[in-house]
């Protein structure tokens, strides 16, 4: 590609859905279908059948009656130490119960349901009482990956509620899917009353770390008195890729977080229950090994010679996934990868290795694991569904022992509320982050130590402020509460990305705040924290980059903010005013680099990157070292894409976005829009579409074509001028329409 002295475009902003899914009674010997009805918030005491009935097929949350005191949503203070005492008195009014669950993932290859599913989900001589079933792969197609809608959704509910166990009847508590990572939950109807609690969340983990074709789908939920989290998860695929699997899974375990019923305390992660489960298509492989080897292996039943090549066993074995987790033996051949339709190996073109892709993990205390196995008689998809079925051992409320228990505690608490106000002592009150890097997390901590007064603490807004911090800072956790004689540690993590960006470029904003730390019934507390930013190219105004003939950090802070406001410089800038380059010269890098390494690329701005190299990518074009830059592929495209999405005025300008909708479809009109736009936006525009043209010239090797890229940068080069406002559907495809026409015509 020309380079930025000449003339001059390249991801997507998509949200993920979350459907909740419709409530459904299931009798599995009639496989009559009742209808909804309102959302209830029922407590547990004189519940009628149909009551029971109502609450779950509405998969609202619902309140849990464990103590009355629960049952009543009044989050106070008082409220809350209570149930801080009862938790930690737990053993004394409650006993273990176990429960059968199944727990069932398949991925199906993008495949409608072809056969009945009771070979793998009714297995079993017991029915059993809790069902959690995940799918991955329900859709392929492009419309579902770009658009969320998919009637796979429905055909597959209807295939599993229709193959349940016909020893029992079942509710459903919840289904939530992204794309095609799809996760269902029932239990027996006659548990429906003790179930509450119920969330459900989703992480896309694919391109820009949004995009849904990989990631994972949770339901957490109260079952009596144990919180139990179910995640069913969709890894990064190929043998060499086991890094980005690693990274995936971190991500799903920092980003899923659950909102709890007391608004007053912060939300719940998935290591924050008594027992995970962990589904899905994890995707690690068999390595070291050929081909033909791994099938030898597999003929003899040598699983375990097998397993010691497995990617997932080294992975945990080298703490960097699944820490604390356990898995069963693997007595089964691997699942993946069959022709469909039938139990031979992948006689394909690529001819992929075998390997234990499907698995399930689990942690947490009193789970016993029954069986683990894959189920060969189901052949539609080229992968084959994998079973577990356990025992777990759920905490179960002694009424009695519990009412005395919850006596005894307010006692004490009437004569501790009459003792002095509370205080807390602070390890640390100051906070240095220094050096800070777009998209690069820093993190300070420190511990509150609690006198002898129960306190609940919150980090308060300041005076005419609409938040207790910075937008770049967050404390974890924000609020809470503590014993007497306790602590916690709270984490101050600064992460600057597009939308606090430009400020600090500029030097308007600068990396400075004040925390007030309040008490409730006590004093304030406050924190000072400071440091510095590093400017970036990503963040910066297409027009003050082209401005910038040299890289961000090699001029000075002045100068940046000289550039940002386009006047007021003095004669020894007057340089970089007077011979602006016609694109920014950072674009052109990646752009150039792009087309010299990865114009056959497969998957090409659909495959994520990974963390480290776009750090090392960012470096290189901050401080010009282009010579420098060695990254994957993958990387440097996702770069391009969230350098794009970085830009506070987009490529498009925001005043024309309305104008390019109404001329979606008519190529002559969106040229003269196009046409009107300033220099520099105009330049970028013409030199992206000219270098996905050349992308296309190549479809026949990286399999992209016009639709997929106009999808990804229809939603990054035509933004909504409205913050935060959702995209009708209708808006985003005429976004894409509108790219469409220049990636089909002659520039």
């Known amino acids: 590609m020309s380079s930025p002295s000449h003339s001059v475009e390249g991801g997507s902003n998509l949200d993920s859905s979350r459907p909740n ?16 009805k309102p959302e209830n918030s029922l407590t547990r005491q004189n519940k009628t059948k149909s009551e029971i009935t109502d609450m779950v097929r509405s998969s609202t949350i619902t309140v849990s009656d464990k103590a009355h005191i629960l049952s009543m949503q009044k989050f106070g203070l008082r409220d809350t130490i ?37 070979p793998w989900l009714s297995h079993s001589t017991q029915a059993p009482d809790v069902y959690c079933v995940g799918f991955q792969e329900l859709d392929l197609s492009k419309e579902a990956f770009f658009f969320h809608d998919t009637p796979k959704e429905e055909e597959w509910f209807k295939a599993v509620s ?13 289904l939530v899917r992204l794309v095609g990572i799809m996760l269902l939950l029932y ?40 919180s139990i989290c179910v995640v069913n998860s969709h890894l990064a695929a190929h043998t060499e890729e086991y890094e980005r699997r690693n990274q995936d899974y971190k991500d799903i375990c920092s980003r899923m977080q659950f909102s709890q019923v007391d608004p007053s305390l912060p939300p719940l992660t998935i290591s924050k229950h008594d027992v995970i489960l962990w589904l899905g298509d994890l995707n690690y492989r068999i390595e070291e090994l050929d081909v033909e080897k791994v099938k030898a292996l597999i003929e003899e039943k040598a699983f375990q010679t097998l ?28 699942t993946y990868k069959y022709d469909t339709g039938s139990d031979d190996w992948d006689t394909s ?19 016993s694991q029954l069986s683990y196995q894959s189920h060969m008689a189901l052949k539609t998809s080229d992968h084959k569904p994998v079973s577990s079925v356990f025992d777990i051992g759920v905490r179960v409320v002694n009424e009695e022992l519990h009412r005395k228990t919850l006596e005894e505690i307010v006692r004490s608490l009437d004569k501790m509320e009459n003792a002095n106000i509370p205080s807390v002592s602070l390890s640390k009150r100051e906070f240095c982050f220094e050096n800070v890097k777009y998209m690069q997390l820093q993190t300070e901590s420190f511990t509150i130590h609690n006198g002898q007064v129960p306190c609940q603490f919150e980090f308060i807004n300041k005076p005419d402020e609409e938040s207790y911090c910075k937008q770049w800072l967050t404390a974890k956790p924000s609020k809470g509460f503590l014993l007497p004689d306790s602590h916690v540690e709270i984490e101050l993590e600064l992460f600057v990305n597009k939308a606090t960006a430009t400020k600090l470029n500029s030097g308007k904003d600068k990396i400075e705040d004040i925390l007030v730390l309040h008490l409730v019934r006590g004093k304030d507390y406050f924190l000072s924290v400071s440091g510095n930013y590093l400017p970036s190219c990503f963040g910066s105004p297409i027009h003050t980059l082209c401005f910038m003939r040299e890289p961000i950090l090699d001029l000075p802070l002045e100068t940046v903010s000289k550039l940002y406001l386009g006047n ?27 087309y010299r390494n990865a114009i056959q690329q497969e998957d090409l701005f659909q495959q994520p990157g990974l963390r480290p190299e776009f750090e090392h990518i960012r470096d290189c074009l901050d401080t010009g070292m282009i010579d420098n830059l060695c990254a994957n592929n993958h990387s440097v495209a996702e ?17 024309a976005y309305h104008n390019c909708l109404e001329c979606s479809g008519n190529y002559t009109a969106s040229r003269q829009v196009i046409s009107t736009l300033p220099k520099f936006h105009k330049n970028v525009f013409d030199y992206l579409m000219a270098f996905l043209q050349e992308l296309l010239k190549n479809s026949a090797k990286n399999h992209l074509d016009e639709n997929i890229l106009a999808s990804i940068f229809g939603s990054l080069l035509l933004r909504n001028p409205a913050p935060h406002q959702k995209l009708e559907m209708s808006e985003k495809k005429k976004a894409q329409e509108f790219i469409h026409q220049f990636l089909c015509s002659p520039m």
């Open 568 to 594: 007021k410089v003095t004669a020894g800038d007057r340089s970089q005013l007077e011979n602006p380059m016609e694109i920014p010269k950072e674009l052109w890098m990646m752009v150039d680099y792009l």
């Open 639 to 655: 770069a391009l894409l969230l350098f794009l999405e970085s830009l506070p005025e987009p490529v498009i300008c925001y005043s």
């Open 21 to 36: 899914g419709r409530g459904l009674l299931m009798d599995q010997n009639s496989g009559a279908r009742c209808s909804e």
């Open 187 to 226: 239990v027996k109807q006659e548990h429906a009353a003790f179930i509450s609690e119920v969330e459900a969340e989703t992480v896309g983990t694919g391109i820009m770390g949004r995009m849904g074709n990989k990631g994972g789908v949770a339901i957490r939920f109260q079952l009596h008195n144990t």
């Open 307 to 334: 397993y010691t090549y497995d990617q997932l066993k080294i992975q945990v074995a080298a703490k960097t996934v699944f820490e604390g987790f356990t898995e069963g033996e693997l007595t089964f051949q691997p």
């Open 82 to 118: 209570v149930k801080s005492h009862l938790m930690q008195k737990e053993e004394d009014y409650t006993y273990i119960q176990n429960f059968r669950f199944f727990v069932g993932t398949y991925n199906v290859n993008g495949q409608s349901p072809k056969e009945c599913l009771r």
């Open 349 to 367: 073109e690529k001819c992929r290795a075998p390997a234990w892709c499907d698995r399930v993990l689990w942690k947490g205390k009193n789970i």
């Open 162 to 174: 229709e193959s349940l166990h016909p020893g029992a009847k079942y509710a459903k508590v919840k």
